[in-house]
């Protein structure tokens, strides 16, 4: 005889929001840089347009990759952060733990935003701590750990 057991998963979002001001900042920072580029160029100073054009491409490699990492699947809908029975998903910092490998949770705020502050009881891959942040999670970072916190308890019933 099977007993089917139905998993309570709660899921949250990629924050639009956030990941669209951010890889917006980014690329803002490269239209910035771009008249002094031209200038530099144009007057032959080939250290400095040099210098510029590195920094460019160092920040048009970033902004790619929060664009693919954050604004694509934000646009799409996707979830970023999942809590179930089993454990913690973040899709943002890709990374599955389970409640077992936890010793302590905290959530402590950032100037922008807050942050989730995992303790475990052995040396994980992770190390041990680690820090997922909940500015591209769509949610009140106070009401995502209380859920997170909720499951946490619950698993140690177990």
Known sequence: MF???????????????????????????????????????????????????????????????????????ALQGKIAFEIDETGITSYVKSVVIKWEEIKEIELRRGRTSSSLYITFKWDTDHGSHLRIALGFVEGDDSKIRDKVIVYFEESKMV
């Not at 899921?11 to 001001?21: A, G, K, T, V």
């Not at 002094?36 to 210098?51: A, K």
């Open 3 to 73: 007993i089917i057991v139905a998993v309570k998963r709660i899921s949250f979002r990629y924050n639009r929001i956030s990941s669209s001001l951010f890889a917006i900042g980014l690329l803002g920072i490269i239209a910035m840089s771009i008249p002094n580029l031209l200038r530099f160029i144009h007057e032959r100073d080939t250290t400095n347009w040099l210098l510029i054009l590195s920094f460019d491409l160092c920040f048009l490699l970033l902004a790619a990759y929060v664009i693919v990492k954050q604004l694509v699947p």
